[in-house]
């Protein structure tokens, strides 16, 4: 149900929901935050990395909340939403369904995606598919080849649940596993580290993603791991959309090569790449702001 913070349908507070959705052994419910007019058909879908959580996108959402309504969910196992039941459904095929689910939700018949990591890898299977309902998406600093390196990095930390004994120390440790994303103030890390962290019953506080979701990534094998790059090279193949494929400057996720290569093999594909930043940019400063609006706002208004 909305929160009292939708005290009406262009509040500048952001409205938190849920929607119930479905799995092959039950249901859960997904939580998403939303900014902006709620009756906007104008839509933009931001969805966020690995172990991270909505909220990374607050000041993103608020800045394009004057031209879109702003719907940042919580992907399953993450933040406030629910945990599988079986944690070998934590892949895309389920984190598609459920965006289908959301989208069903918001009763739209398009959007643009902002996926970041993780994010915008449910984009790219999600706007490829048939009669998919993406028209713009920028994927930040992702594509289908994730580089060694990279997947060894998220390896060491991936399903690892430390106890914290207050919720700064907890936010100290996020903020540890993120300083690639740039230079952020002390005020701007704990605005997007503490949703990432929960209080225990006796007083302690642990990360609130299920760890569970480090299963399936510990267990794939090369042949799926190809499998699946192939997977997303069709995906890129075969998207209509118009895309923006942004990198980290010194990202160790996404090389130049690949971005390079998303960009040869898309029908509408360009590439932005941000300077001094690596994996992956947070877009929370003005200058990257105002490239994620060039894109899907000032963009659009040059050629409508």
Not at 92 to 101: E, F, G, M, N, R
Request: aromatic fraction near 8%; charged fraction near 20%; charge should be negative.
């Amino acid at each position: 149900m909305p929160t009292t913070s939708e005290t009406s349908s262009n509040s500048p507070l952001p409205r938190q929901r849920r929607v119930q959705c479905a799995s092959p052994v039950g249901l859960h419910r997904i939580a998403y935050t939303e900014w902006g007019d709620a009756a906007n058909p104008r839509v933009l879908v931001c969805v966020h990395g690995l172990t991270r959580s909505g909220r990374d996108f607050d000041r993103l959402a608020a800045a394009l909340s004057d031209a879109y309504r702003v719907v940042c969910p919580d992907v399953v196992g993450r933040g406030q939403s629910d945990w599988l039941a079986d944690p070998r459904l934590y892949g895309l095929p389920q984190y598609v369904a459920d965006i289908v689910t959301l989208i069903a939700r918001l009763d739209v018949e398009t959007v643009d995606w902002f996926g970041t990591s993780m994010g915008g890898l449910i984009g790219l299977a999600f706007a490829s598919l048939p009669g998919s309902p993406v028209r713009k998406m920028i994927v930040n600093d992702v594509g289908p080849r994730i580089e060694p390196g990279a997947l060894a990095r998220i390896g060491e930390y991936l399903g690892v649940q430390p106890r914290f004994s207050t919720e700064q120390e907890g936010i100290d440790y996020v903020t540890s596993l993120s300083l690639s994303f740039g230079a952020l103030s002390a005020d701007e890390w704990r605005q997007i580290g503490a949703p990432l962290v929960r209080a225990l019953p006796d007083g302690g506080w642990t990360l609130r993603y299920d760890p569970r979701i480090a299963e399936p990534f510990n267990a794939m094998t090369p042949e799926q791991a190809e499998a699946g790059e192939a997977m997303l090279w069709r995906a890129v193949d075969a998207i209509d959309a118009r895309m923006l494929v942004v990198r980290g400057e010194v990202s160790d996720l996404l090389s130049r090569d690949t971005a390079a290569e998303m960009v040869r093999r898309g029908k509408r594909v360009s590439l932005a790449e941000i300077a001094g930043v690596g994996h992956a940019p947070v877009f929370m400063n003005a200058e990257q702001i105002a490239l994620a609006r060039g894109f899907f706002v000032e963009e659009a208004a040059r050629t409508s």
